[in-house]
């Protein structure tokens, strides 16, 4: 877990207790690196690819450009004032605090990072032709019951295992994107290609129907999905 503090020496004093707090809070090794130069920090982009920057008093611009060169990172802004707040959030920053920062405020910053990061690699264990099968929810597109059958389909490959659709729904809870839009089959929100009037038509060009009773609300969910994804990039 990566991270880069942009910002003054003397800024960074104050934030390096708290660091260390978490690291030994969450029982990770430290790994940070603390830049004073804007350019310093820009030419090691080429040989880091920081997952976290925490950046101190620094403008909205920096922010932009920050983006623009790591799409996928979380930042963390930290300024005196909250008068750039809106325009943070309109640069898609993670967490905006206040300094001085108090490390409670800190800690829920960087656990908020963390769970964004950490998401795409949730998985569950099945068991398919007698063998323990590993499957990241991020890799299925949608599942569905066929008999005391779940069949789950991937990108890759289509895997079979024994289970009723209440225990796969159980497994399946932790993660938001995989939702139950029809009796019997669930789909993964990150793989729709397109909502339709009656359907979700998945990137693999399969078709599945959303019960008729919810479909004001699936189709409530699938949009704040979207704006939720267009926020956290």
């Given at each position: 877990?990566?991270?880069?503090i ?11 207790p ?10 990770l ?5 603390f ?45 005196p ?16 605090l206040?300094h ?10 960087m ?23 590993p ?8 599942a569905?019951?066929?008999?005391h ?8 490959k ?5 289970m ?11 993660c ?5 839009c ?10 729709v290609?397109?909502?339709e ?9 399969e078709?599945i129907?959303?019960?008729?009773q ?5 189709k ?14």
């Open positions: 877990m990566p991270i880069a942009l910002g003054q020496k003397s800024t960074q004093n104050v934030l390096l708290h660091l260390k707090n978490f690291y030994q809070d969450k029982n090794q430290p790994d940070y690196v830049f004073e130069n804007s350019d310093e920090f820009f030419k090691e982009i080429k040989k880091q690819n920081w997952k976290i920057v925490i950046t101190l008093n620094q403008t909205i611009n920096l922010i932009y450009t920050i983006k623009k060169q790591l799409p996928k990172s979380k930042i963390i802004f930290i300024s004032t909250d008068k750039f707040a809106v325009e943070g959030y309109k640069a898609n920053i993670s967490y905006y206040l001085p920062v108090k490390f409670e405020e800190f800690q829920l910053a656990n908020k990072c963390l769970h964004c990061l950490n998401k795409n690699n949730e998985y569950m264990i099945v068991n398919s032709n007698w063998q323990k099968t499957i990241f929810f991020k890799d299925i597109l949608f569905e019951k066929n008999g059958n779940i069949i789950i389909h991937t990108q890759s289509t895997i079979s295992t024994r009723t659709f209440k225990d796969f729904l159980e497994k399946t809870k932790k938001p994107n995989l939702i139950n029809v009796r019997g089959a669930l789909v993964n929100l990150s793989w290609k397109a909502l009037s009656q359907n979700f038509l998945m990137t693999n060009g078709r129907p959303i019960r008729r919810d479909r004001k609300k699936i409530q969910i699938y949009t704040q999905y979207l704006i939720d994804s267009k926020n956290q990039n």
